[in-house]
């Protein structure tokens, strides 16, 4: 088994930023492909951003230019780091593990509001 532990939602105003975190642990050998998710109420979750296990990160449109994903090796933990946050942003983000999306955090609310 893999646990997936989310952090970093909340309320930010237009513009602003936040940094979402998820470690992984348990059953982990060597480096797993990690990312995430986001789901609005009432529309189709969708794919914000991700790593596979030798490196390579892959973005949404959407994402592209306004958010960074990093990965802390050592600690088997990715970043989310958005930045000029919109309304539109808001969302249910979940992160995921294993290449198949194979374990699944219980998602953190980002709220982005005036």
């Known amino acids: 088994q893999v646990q997936l532990v989310e952090s970093g939602g909340g309320l930010v105003q237009p513009g602003g930023s936040l940094r979402l975190s998820c470690a992984a642990s348990?059953?982990?050998?060597?480096?797993?492909?990690m990312g995430w998710y986001r789901q609005a109420p009432g529309k189709e979750r969708e794919f914000v951003a991700g790593?596979?296990?030798?490196?390579?990160?892959n973005y949404a449109d959407f994402a592209l230019g306004r958010f960074i994903l990093s990965r802390d090796n050592a600690k088997n933990t990715v970043y989310l780091q958005m930045n000029s946050l919109k309304p539109e942003d808001t969302a249910v983000y979940s992160c995921?593990?294993?290449?198949?999306?194979?374990?699944w955090g219980q998602g953190t609310q980002v709220t982005v509001s005036s």
């Open positions: 790593v596979s296990s030798g490196g390579v990160k």
């Open positions: 995921y593990s294993g290449r198949s999306r194979d374990y």
């Open positions: 348990g059953r982990i050998f060597g480096l797993i492909a």
